[in-house]
């Protein structure tokens, strides 16, 4: 049974920063690349970031670079973002998922078949 566990949503001011935090348990996904997106309310769920299997390569939205790092720990099965210079337009559910492939690092929604359930980030100004 594969399971995602977000954890270090909630809320924070302007300019603060936060980290998420995303266990998965139930295969050997050390071999996958992992992502982050988002969910404001009233909009699609859109791509944050993404980290290969190593941790060699890693994509970012130009809407974070330079503020959010995804890393990740293959002894613990858990992925990071760390979002720093966070603003209210990073307000939003965070998801983290698994690919349904071990080949690349995907970028869109479609090619992630496994997700955390979210976990709430809200900024205030």
Same mark, same amino acid.
Request: proline residues 3%.
């Given at each position: 049974?594969?399971q995602?566990?977000?954890?270090?949503g909630?809320?924070?001011?302007?300019?603060?920063?936060? +980290?998420l935090?995303?266990?998965?348990?139930? +295969?050997?996904?050390?071999? %996958?690349?992992r992502?982050w997106?988002?969910?404001?309310?009233?909009?699609?769920?859109?791509?944050?970031a993404?980290?290969?299997w190593s941790?060699?390569?890693? @994509?970012y939205?130009?809407?974070?670079?330079g503020r959010?790092?995804?890393?990740?720990?293959n002894?613990k099965?858990t992925v990071y973002l760390?979002?720093?210079?966070?603003?209210?337009e990073?307000?939003?559910? %965070?998801y983290c998922?698994i690919?349904?492939?071990i080949?690349g @690092?995907?970028?869109s929604?479609?090619? %992630?078949d %496994?997700?955390?359930?979210?976990?709430?980030?809200? @900024?205030?100004?």
């Amino acid at each position: 049974q594969v399971q995602l566990v977000e954890s270090g949503g909630g809320l924070v001011q302007a300019g603060g920063s936060l +980290r998420l935090s995303c266990a998965a348990s139930g +295969r050997f996904f050390s071999s %996958y690349a992992r992502g982050w997106f988002r969910q404001a309310p009233g909009k699609e769920r859109e791509f944050v970031a993404a980290i290969s299997w190593s941790g060699g390569s890693t @994509v970012y939205a130009d809407s974070v670079k330079g503020r959010f790092t995804i890393s990740r720990d293959n002894t613990k099965n858990t992925v990071y973002l760390q979002m720093n210079s966070l603003d209210p337009e990073a307000t939003a559910v %965070y998801y983290c998922a698994i690919p349904d492939t071990i080949l690349g @690092v995907p970028t869109s929604a479609a090619g %992630y078949d %496994y997700w955390g359930q979210g976990i709430q980030v809200t @900024v205030s100004s």
